[in-house]
């Protein structure tokens, strides 16, 4: 699984790749993850994903 952190407007998510799928979710405090309603297309590389974000 690959994982990518983003802070975007102070706000700190999460970006994973798993089964050929991108999943986003905002990192609370307490290690609870909530999904960030952010879609990320399933053709967009590893390369391209901080551009496309």
Do not use: A, C, H
């Not at 960030?36 to 496309?52: A, C, K, M, N, R």
């Amino acid at each position: 699984m690959e994982r990518f952190k983003y802070n975007i407007f102070d706000r700190e998510f999460l970006v994973e790749r798993s089964q050929n799928r991108w999943k986003t979710f905002y990192q609370g405090s307490k290690g609870k993850r909530l999904d960030t309603g952010i879609f990320v297309p399933t053709e967009i590389t590893e390369d391209e994903l901080t551009q496309s974000i």
